[in-house]
């Protein structure tokens, strides 16, 4: 996702990147590719089409959010969360519904688990993810969101006991070194 708002952003909401800055973002385009690990055979094609889709229609939503700040700067964050949440869980609901292999088996354990990820994990993470992209730029904002699977491989290392391979743990190198590249050009940006 963060290669396509940085390639969107220029055109569309005038954020120029410096040389600098567009190292930074390849060296973590390099390192989401090590964790693809595109010439692994196993790897299915669909799959990798439909994450690229996914990143590219996020990229999308980062870009549109940030353009209605600009044309909207007084606008309710916490509304503009609930609408996009509404609107984009009405398609999900759709899919769940109809790909299900099983019925949903109600208990109170799960239904606690779904009002978790519905209120805390994605309402909150949404509202601070729009939040950021209001007073931040757009590219800056979504190459932090490549911390998230490396958090997820932390979370997984730490709780199920599975241990990254080589070539993940030379991704993950690449996107942290890249980020501390950025934020390394971001802070110098700022003091001059």
């Known amino acids: 996702m963060p290669m396509w708002v940085a390639i969107m952003a220029w055109p569309l909401l005038q954020e120029k990147l410096t040389t600098s800055q567009w190292i930074a973002v390849l060296i973590c385009f390099l ?12 790897n299915n094609f669909r799959s990798t089409c439909l994450a690229l889709a996914s990143g590219l229609s996020w990229a999308i939503g980062a870009i549109l ?7 909207h700067p007084n606008m309710d964050l916490i509304t503009m969360t609930a609408w996009q949440m509404l609107w984009g869980s009405i398609p999900l609901l759709l899919v769940a519904i109809i790909f299900s292999s099983q019925p949903t088996v109600w208990t109170a354990y799960f239904l606690g688990i779904v009002l978790f990820n519905v209120i805390f994990v994605n309402a909150i993470a949404y509202l601070l ?4 992209l209001k ?5 800056f904002v979504s190459m932090l969101a490549l911390l998230t699977p490396i958090s997820a491989a932390i979370s997984a290392w730490l709780l199920l ?3 990254p391979n080589r070539i993940e743990t030379i991704g993950f190198s690449l996107i942290l070194f890249g980020l501390f590249l950025l934020l390394l050009y971001k802070g110098r940006e700022k003091l001059t």
Request: hydrophobic fraction near 40%; charge should be negative.
């Open 31 to 42: 390192g989401i590719v090590f964790i693809f690990d595109p010439l692994n055979t196993n």
């Open 65 to 71: 959010s940030k353009r209605m700040h600009h044309q």
């Open 135 to 139: 007073y931040l730029e757009a590219t």
């Open 161 to 163: 006991g599975e241990i």
């Open 129 to 132: 993810w729009f939040y950021a």
